[in-house]
T-cell receptor, first 113, second 114 residues
Framework: DQQVKQNSPSLSVQEGRISILNCDYTNSMFDYFLWYKKYPAEGPTFLISISSIKDKNEDGRFTVFLNKSAKHLSLHIVPSQPGDSAVYFCAASRSNSGYALNFGKGTSLLVTP | DAGVIQSPRHEVTEMGQEVTLRCKPISGHNSLFWYRQTMMRGLELLIYFNNNVPIDDSGMPEDRFSAKMPNASFSTLKIQPSEPRDSAVYFC????????????FGDGTRLSIL
C-alpha cells in the first residue's frame, strides 16, 4: 500500500509564479520528510527536508510546510524558473527504521516562460 | 566530491541470465540503500545496510534477488535468474546514519530483461 501519495501527476506554472506541490501520508509514525527533484536519466537530487518537530522550513526559493494533523506537506517554489521543470518526489521516513524512505509517485512540474 | 557511483548505467540481457548491479557509496557514509523504480510502483526500497550489515531486506521481491556489502565502499545487487518483470531502474543511495541526514542517490542502472 502506498503510504505517501502525490495526487497530482503533473503541474504547469508560468515562470515567475508560485509552484505548489502537495503530498499526503498515512503513517503517523513518519517523523522526517524530504523533497527530491529528478531530471530524466539522473538520480533523485535532495532538495529540502523537514523534521516533524517543525511546521516550516525554508531554503532560498524553496519552502516546505508540514501539517501533521492533516498528514499533509507541501513544497512551495517562489519564483518558479524554467530550470525547475522536473519530477518532484515527496518522501517520508521513521527514525527507527534507519531512515529508509517511502516515496510518493512524483509530480511532473513544467515551468513555462 | 564524488557522488554515489553506480555501474553499469544500462544493462540489457536475456531472461534467465544473472545480473549484477554495483554501487560505490559516498566516502564516509555508513548507510546504503537499494531502490527500484517502475511505472507501476514508483520508487520502492529493496534493502538497506548500516555499517555494511543488512538491516531490512523485506522489500526484496523474491529469493532471486540478493544484495551484499563486503566493505564500506562497495555493494552489489544480484538477480539470478533474471525475468522480464525485473526490468526497471535500480538506484543506490547512501547517507550518514547520524540523525536526520538526506540520502544521496546515484544515477541508476536501467535494466532491461528480454
Amino acid at each position: 500500500d502506498q503510504q505517501v501519495k502525490q495526487n497530482s501527476p503533473s503541474l504547469s506554472v508560468q515562470e515567475g509564479r508560485i509552484s505548489i506541490l502537495n503530498c499526503d501520508y498515512t503513517n503517523s509514525m513518519f517523523d522526517y520528510f524530504l523533497w527530491y527533484k529528478k531530471y530524466p536519466a539522473e538520480g533523485p537530487t535532495f532538495l529540502i527536508s523537514i523534521s516533524s518537530i517543525k511546521d516550516k522550513n525554508e531554503d532560498g526559493r524553496f519552502t516546505v510546510f508540514l501539517n501533521k494533523s492533516a498528514k499533509h506537506l507541501s513544497l512551495h517554489i517562489v519564483p518558479s524558473q524554467p530550470g525547475d521543470s522536473a519530477v518532484y518526489f515527496c518522501a517520508a521516513s521513521r527514525s527507527n527504521s534507519g531512515y529508509a524512505l517511502n516515496f510518493g509517485k512524483g509530480t511532473s512540474l513544467l515551468v513555462t516562460p | 566530491d564524488a557522488g554515489v557511483i553506480q555501474s553499469p548505467r544500462h544493462e540489457v540481457t536475456e531472461m534467465g541470465q544473472e545480473v549484477t548491479l554495483r554501487c560505490k557509496p559516498i566516502s564516509g557514509h555508513n548507510s546504503l540503500f537499494w531502490y527500484r523504480q517502475t511505472m507501476m510502483r514508483g520508487l520502492e526500497l529493496l534493502i538497506y545496510f548500516n555499517n555494511n550489515v543488512p538491516i531490512d531486506d523485506s522489500g526484496m521481491p523474491e529469493d532471486r534477488f540478493s544484495a551484499k556489502m563486503p566493505n564500506a565502499s562497495f555493494s552489489t545487487l544480484k538477480i539470478q535468474p533474471s525475468e522480464p518483470r525485473d526490468s526497471a531502474v535500480y538506484f543506490c543511495a547512501s547517507s550518514q546514519n547520524t540523525g536526520n541526514q538526506p540520502q544521496h542517490f546515484g544515477d541508476g542502472t536501467r535494466l532491461s530483461i528480454l
